[in-house]
Nanobody
Framework: QVQLVESGGGLVQAGGSLRLSCAAS????????MSWYRQAPGKQRELVAT???????NYADSVKGRFTISRDDAKMTMHLQMNSLKPEDTAIYYC?????????WGQGTQVTVSS
């Protein structure tokens, strides 16, 4: 059974930092493209950052220079280091694993940034 479990969300003041984690099980983690998505109230889910099996990364323009995605294949975990947080970063953050036609989602973790 595939499981993606996010953790690390919470309430932080603007300008602060949070580190999200995604722990995977039930998949060959190293071959999957791993991503973070987020969904704010009343908005569509959007891609935040992606890291390939080879370690290449890509970021949404809105988070470039502030967020860093990383992965540890040995521990089957992915992280999102979020610095200089803004109120507009407030959302539920979801972990996603994709390989071919297979795609899995975590349950999400809430990030709230107060002004």
């Amino acid at each position: 059974q595939v499981q993606l479990v996010e953790s690390g969300g919470g309430l932080v003041q603007a300008g602060g930092s949070l580190r999200l984690s995604c722990a995977a099980s039930g998949i060959i983690f190293s071959i999957y493209v791993m991503s973070w998505y987020r969904q704010a109230p009343g908005k569509q889910r959007e891609l935040v950052a992606t890291i390939t099996s080879g370690g290449s990364t890509n970021y949404a323009d809105s988070v470039k220079g502030r967020f860093t995605i990383s992965r540890d294949d040995a521990k089957m975990t992915m992280h999102l280091q979020m610095n200089s947080l803004k109120p507009e970063d407030t959302a539920i953050y979801y972990c996603n694993a994709a390989y071919g036609r297979s795609r899995y989602w975590g349950q999400g973790t809430q990030v709230t940034v107060s002004s």
